[in-house]
């Protein structure tokens, strides 16, 4: 009689390994493999440090890593190149005077004191005093939220 070979065992690679591969936190890979069971994890001691450590099936990490990849055509352009890409498709008619971090936001978004306070280029303290005088509409959601095309009409 003729054992059969018994299947190898998978390779295992360190929640720090996986988290790189995946563009993740380790945190993140551990709630992936923990909570979530999208990946097969064990316990084992390094020898090294002489101590415990959460190691990862390879096979899962590379699937998974598979799974994340982005499907838009976005994807094939370098990040360094995307300021490149906005600068080129902006209107002929020139650079917005003074143009603000804020500009790609649409009138109808609330922002935060901190937020409006960025946009207006002043104090938080004064745009909470607008608030407070009534010469700026604002709604408390959670935090204090102020539209922005009410910021633009001050």
């Known amino acids: 009689m003729t054992q059969a070979a018994a299947a190898p065992s998978p390779e295992y690679i360190t929640k720090e390994i996986a988290a790189e591969m995946l563009g993740i936190s380790p945190r993140r890979v551990l709630e992936l493999a923990t909570s979530e069971k999208k990946l097969r994890w064990k316990e084992s001691y390094n020898p090294d440090s002489h101590r415990r450590q959460t190691v990862l099936s390879l096979e899962d990490v590379k699937r998974l890593a ?15 190149a995307l300021p490149q890409l906005a600068a080129s498709s902006t209107p002929a008619s020139g650079p917005a005077p003074e143009s603000r971090p804020f500009d790609a936001v649409p009138p109808c978004v609330r922002l935060t004191v901190k937020e409006a306070a960025a946009y207006l280029r002043i104090p938080e303290q004064q745009v909470r005093a607008l608030i407070a005088s009534g010469k700026l509409p604002a709604e408390k959601v959670g935090h204090t939220r102020v539209r922005r095309r009410d910021l633009d009409a001050l």
């Open 66 to 80: 598979a799974e994340r990849q982005p499907s838009t055509a976005l994807s094939a352009i370098p990040r360094s």
